[in-house]
């Protein structure tokens, strides 16, 4: 169900479209329920489920639904009402790379109302896509800003790409307490 395409966002690039999972019959339900069932903690013992834009939004949503536990949302700044709490998120060779930036080095803010999720809350982050790990870095720094350290996170993931070092990136960022599971892994680039 991920579709790949070839020299994407630039050429020697296989892009692995993940949200495609969504747009195939019955897709949507199975990745529910194998991050359902990919997380080995008590669902009733989850506070809140955390998301970002805008792959996120889709796998976290139909989740938090399934297992009928709020959703906080992640976004750039300026699309949340306030109060809000915000980071600076560093762009991603990646993601610049697909705006055409291939230099990267922008930086945007990020962020998530501020009474969204309570300290010392159980977390569970979902996304799309670990790459390069400065997306959950984010999500972790914005949670951390909120009362809740990287103990008391699981992240749930669609797709790995250990190829771009993402878990490296935040265990030295000093995540690396935070669980982390993934239901596909893909190699190569």
Same mark, same amino acid.
């Given at each position: 169900?991920?579709?790949?395409?070839?020299?994407?966002?630039r050429p020697?690039?296989t892009?692995?479209?993940?949200?495609?999972?969504?747009? /195939?019959?019955?897709?949507?339900?199975? #990745?529910?329920?194998?991050?359902?069932? /990919?997380?080995h903690?008590?669902?009733?013992a989850?506070?809140?489920? =955390?998301? #970002?834009e805008? %792959?996120?939004?889709?796998f976290?949503?139909?989740?938090?639904?399934?297992?009928?536990?709020?959703?906080?949302?992640?976004?750039?700044?300026?699309?949340?009402a306030?109060?809000?709490?915000?980071? =600076?998120?560093?762009?991603?060779?990646?993601?610049?790379?697909?705006?055409?930036?291939?230099?990267g080095?922008?930086?945007?803010?990020?962020?998530?109302?501020?009474?969204?999720v309570?300290p010392?809350a159980?977390?569970? =982050? =979902?996304?799309?896509?670990?790459a390069? %790990?400065?997306t959950? #870095?984010t999500v972790?720094q914005?949670?951390?800003?909120? %009362?809740?350290g990287?103990?008391?996170?699981?992240?749930?993931?669609?797709?790995?790409?250990?190829?771009?070092?993402?878990?490296?990136?935040?265990r030295s960022?000093?995540?690396?307490?935070?669980?982390?599971?993934?239901?596909?892994?893909?190699?190569?680039?």
């Amino acid at each position: 169900m991920v579709r790949t395409v070839p020299d994407f966002p630039r050429p020697r690039i296989t892009f692995r479209h993940v949200l495609n999972i969504a747009q /195939q019959p019955k897709g949507l339900v199975m #990745c529910t329920n194998l991050l359902m069932n /990919q997380f080995h903690g008590d669902w009733s013992a989850v506070d809140v489920i =955390v998301c #970002c834009e805008a %792959g996120g939004f889709v796998f976290a949503s139909a989740l938090a639904a399934k297992v009928e536990v709020p959703l906080a949302l992640i976004r750039e700044a300026g699309k949340l009402a306030p109060p809000t709490v915000s980071v =600076v998120k560093s762009e991603s060779y990646i993601s610049s790379a697909a705006d055409n930036n291939p230099v990267g080095g922008g930086e945007k803010r990020t962020e998530m109302n501020r009474d969204a999720v309570n300290p010392g809350a159980s977390v569970v =982050v =979902v996304d799309d896509v670990l790459a390069t %790990g400065k997306t959950l #870095c984010t999500v972790l720094q914005l949670l951390n800003e909120a %009362g809740v350290g990287p103990e008391n996170v699981s992240i749930l993931v669609v797709a790995e790409f250990p190829v771009h070092r993402g878990r490296e990136l935040l265990r030295s960022r000093g995540y690396g307490s935070a669980h982390i599971h993934s239901l596909l892994v893909f190699d190569g680039v």
